[in-house]
């Protein structure tokens, strides 16, 4: 998926979702259509590639075709307000794949043919239009490693029904990039999904609502059939297909918790006034995380577990938390080989996730602290101020080291290209090298 595939393309976890749980049905009832005509997608300027030009491809790209920028109508962002987020995308080739809240429908616009592939319409009943539409999901939909599904969690406005109001109700679907076809649809209650997709690991789908005012709520489904294989409060984030890591609120405390995703036990507790516990990196070396105190003041930390039994192996100073991310694709991610690229709004850092060693750091004196940073197999993305305006930079993720700058400030990126804000709207660019 580019962006969307972030832990998957290491063969450990992917994304995050949000949602409220029920079983799902085989096929789902979500209809797909092909191209409505209308475009949706426009070229900025240039020579645009289309028609039966060949898809330029760079694994990982390092620069980006100034000319010929593509606008997508269905991605809002601003470059004028680069603290707003973008609207969450996943790149699936040459698909750029969104949820429209206004339409509610799961959109997919191919940037090579400028136009929309196919679209699908809500799984449940959905209002009509009314001028005002739902936030949409806080995160992007996830595409799966071998590219032929992409999993989307959001929330659907139902209709008034004679004295019964509407109201928002959760669903998560799988679907056919291919076809735009729904494999499967979850009903996940009567809820609004603040959240979306928040991995994708193993043959399961994390998905994880955070906007709830009983706070936050996780669902794993099952990825080839939709179906519940747990449904717990609180927001989990996977480490693998075995464990991950929760905030348990109980009248005694606030308890960071690693917990089977199996039968949701408790593995190991850390701490009784805990404000985050979140998984930032996992492979099979081990798993880092970052907890910080509530309301405490105190110094962010992370802790080294082990992958499988979830025990704490040591206790790490200053591992910053991630929860100032900024813009919608920011998260951190895992690069390949030992090294774990922590992105944040303020900068990143890399650890070997063996030892829990900090391997190279970006919050120096010496070095500008990026924002908008994601990864692609291997290489950080990010954008930094050079000058007073934002530019591009391409970082080694084992190393730390620029490989590129002044590029373009993309922050979604995959083997074709990437996309960035424009002027009220994403725009998408061709990798060039």
């Known amino acids: 998926m580019g962006h969307a595939r972030r832990w998957a393309t290491v063969g450990v976890a992917a994304l995050l979702v949000a949602g409220c749980g029920a079983g799902g049905s085989d096929e789902g009832s979500g209809r797909a259509s092909g191209s409505t005509g209308a475009g949706t997608a426009t070229s900025e300027g240039g020579d645009a590639q289309g028609g039966g030009a060949k898809v330029p491809t760079f694994d990982p790209p390092k620069a980006f075709e100034p000319r010929g920028g593509i606008v997508l109508h269905s991605v809002k962002g ?4 680069p603290s ?17 809240p206004e339409t509610q429908q799961l959109t997919a616009v191919d940037v090579m043919k400028e136009d929309q592939a196919w679209v699908l319409d809500s799984p449940v009943e959905a209002a009509p239009p009314q001028g005002k539409s739902n936030p949409g999901p806080g995160l992007p939909p ?21 004295t019964t109001k509407g109201g928002e109700r959760g669903v998560a679907v799988a679907v056919d990039i291919a076809t735009g076809k729904a494999k499967w649809t979850a009903d996940l209650g009567a809820q609004g999904i603040g959240g979306g997709v928040r991995q994708l690991v193993g043959d399961r789908v994390v998905v994880w609502n955070r906007s709830t005012s009983e706070g936050a709520h996780t669902w794993i489904l099952d990825a080839s059939t939709g179906k519940t294989v747990l449904d717990r409060d609180g927001g989990i984030t996977a480490a693998n297909d075995a464990i991950g890591t929760v905030v348990d609120v109980e009248f005694e405390g606030r308890f960071g918790r690693v917990v089977s995703l199996t039968d949701g036990k408790t593995l190991a507790t ?37 992958p499988k039994a979830g025990t704490v192996r040591k206790e790490l100073p200053g591992v910053t938390s991630p929860s100032e991310i900024q813009g919608a694709n920011a998260e951190c991610t895992t690069t390949p080989g030992k090294a774990v690229a922590m992105c944040l709004g303020s900068g990143a850092r ?35 101020d050079n000058n007073g ?31 960035l804000r424009a002027e009220g709207s994403g725009a998408f660019y061709f990798a060039n090298a």
Do not use: C
């Open 270 to 306: 850390v701490g009784d006034d805990v404000g985050k516990f979140e998984v930032i990196g996992s492979t099979d070396a081990g798993v880092l995380t970052t907890t910080n105190d509530w309301g405490s003041g105190e110094e962010d930390r992370g802790f080294l577990l082990d």
């Open 78 to 81: 601003d470059a004028s307000s």
């Open 142 to 162: 996830v595409v799966s490693e071998d590219g032929k599904t992409v999993y989307a969690a959001y929330s659907v406005r139902t209709p008034d029904s004679g």
């Open 350 to 384: 890399g650890y070997d996730l063996a030892t829990g060693r900090v391997v190279w750091d970006l919050f120096t004196k010496d070095r500008i602290a990026p924002s908008h940073v994601t990864q692609f197999h291997g290489q950080v993305y990010a954008v930094v």
């Open 389 to 419: 305006s934002p530019s591009g930079v391409v970082i080694d993720g084992q190393t730390g080291k620029d490989i590129a700058s002044g590029g373009l400030p993309v922050e979604v990126v995959n083997e074709h290209g990437g996309i």
């Open 84 to 100: 707003e987020p973008m609207t969450p995308v996943a790149l699936s080739g040459t698909l750029v794949i969104s949820y429209d």
